[in-house]
């Protein structure tokens, strides 16, 4: 499959994502009893790639990528136990977009704007307001820690960056002579592939960091062999790519369903990294699935799979110095 790298332009088809239920709702020819369930206003909006709803089952609420995006009256129940910081990113934040929890490495939360709103998301609630457009402190920072050697960008979605902000922002932190490692969290090629343009290709290509790009999928219906080949792009480039996915109930709580998206990745050379438990954000309480349920599908994973194939299932507990393995 060839594909062309410059048209069309990205942010001219993110423009084509529905922020809006009631065209979604159209779109998908749900009913007016279906519509009653759709939650109308959220602080948290709705924001779902064209690419990704013509995938989803026309007149159906059940559809595994819609529940992921779709805003549900469920989500006002508040549920004790689910907070608005669950993974504690506030007690580990020495500066607006620097966060600092682990042992070696940092996160740049690079941007509030992201590909797509997933409802799950452990940071619908996050305080990303700045007075300083900058990322002058964070690296400053991160030039001053030596026992630094990586740097996770993220946000948000840090391909939500013009490929010249990404740029500036990578040769300053290659600049930093005891960083080694530069790791991408990104959404943006389930979405909207053709973000890994041409630019972002070069940028990658001419960095002296050695590269890692983390995408977040979960469920097979959200790959196609464009996405795949987009990501194929980076792989030739020596760019290690990799998947995270969260257990989610109604999407990916069933071993074959979890089967068939390990084998899609592990085929196209994606390591399954991650199946995170759900954390436990409030108004995402609807997602949770039992971590004895949880476990079951992973021990089911391993005879199904080759060990490659199967993604170490972790909980991020907020003071903890490293993600906490679930057996």
């Known amino acids: 499959m060839k594909l062309s790298l410059l048209p069309p332009d990205w942010r001219q088809i993110?423009?084509?994502?529905?922020?809006?239920?009631?065209?979604?709702?159209?779109?998908?020819?749900l009913s007016p009893e279906q519509r009653e369930k759709v939650l109308k206003k959220s602080k948290f909006p709705l924001?779902?790639?064209?690419?990704?709803?013509?995938?989803?089952e026309k007149g159906s609420l059940d559809?595994?990528?819609?529940?992921?995006?779709?805003?549900?009256?469920?989500e006002e129940i508040v549920t004790e136990g689910f907070v608005f910081d669950p993974v504690g990113d506030e007690k580990c934040r020495p500066a607006s977009k620097l966060l600092h929890k682990y042992h070696g490495r940092v996160l740049l939360v690079c941007t509030s704007s992201c590909a797509m709103h997933c409802r799950y998301c452990f940071r619908?609630?996050?305080?990303?307001s700045v007075n300083d457009p900058t990322f002058d402190k964070e690296i400053d920072l991160i030039a001053n820690d030596s026992s630094i050697h990586e740097v996770i960008l993220s946000g948000g979605d840090p391909l939500s960056l013009s490929n010249n902000k990404?740029?500036?922002?990578?040769?300053?932190?290659?600049?930093?002579?005891?960083?080694?490692?530069?790791?991408f969290h990104s959404r943006f090629p389930?979405?909207?592939p053709e973000r890994i343009d041409e630019e972002?290709?070069?940028?990658i290509e001419n960095t002296r960091l050695k590269v890692w790009f983390v995408i977040h999928c979960n469920h097979p219906s959200e790959l196609?062999?464009?996405?795949?080949?987009r990501l194929n792009l980076l792989q030739r480039r020596g760019v290690v790519v990799m998947n995270q996915a969260v257990l989610l109930k109604g999407v990916n709580d069933h071993v074959d369903t979890m089967a068939a998206l390990c084998l899609g990745l592990v085929d196209a050379g994606i390591l399954p990294y991650y199946v995170h438990q759900l954390d436990r954000v409030q108004g995402g309480a609807h997602f949770e699935v039992e971590e004895a349920e949880g476990l079951k599908i992973v021990e089911k994973l391993r005879s199904l799979l080759p060990g490659y194939a199967v993604p170490r299932y972790v909980r991020e507990i907020s003071g903890r110095e490293s993600k906490t393995d679930l057996k």
């Open 63 to 74: 559809d595994p990528i819609l529940k992921q995006f779709l805003p549900l009256t469920d």
């Open 224 to 229: 196609d062999d464009e996405i795949l080949e």
């Open 190 to 192: 389930i979405g909207i």
């Open 200 to 203: 972002f290709l070069e940028i």
């Open 124 to 128: 619908r609630h996050f305080d990303y």
């Open 166 to 183: 990404l740029k500036s922002l990578i040769e300053r932190l290659s600049e930093i002579s005891h960083l080694t490692k530069l790791r």
């Open 14 to 29: 993110q423009r084509k994502n529905f922020s809006r239920w009631e065209p979604l709702a159209d779109f998908l020819e």
């Open 47 to 56: 924001n779902l790639p064209l690419r990704l709803a013509k995938k989803i």
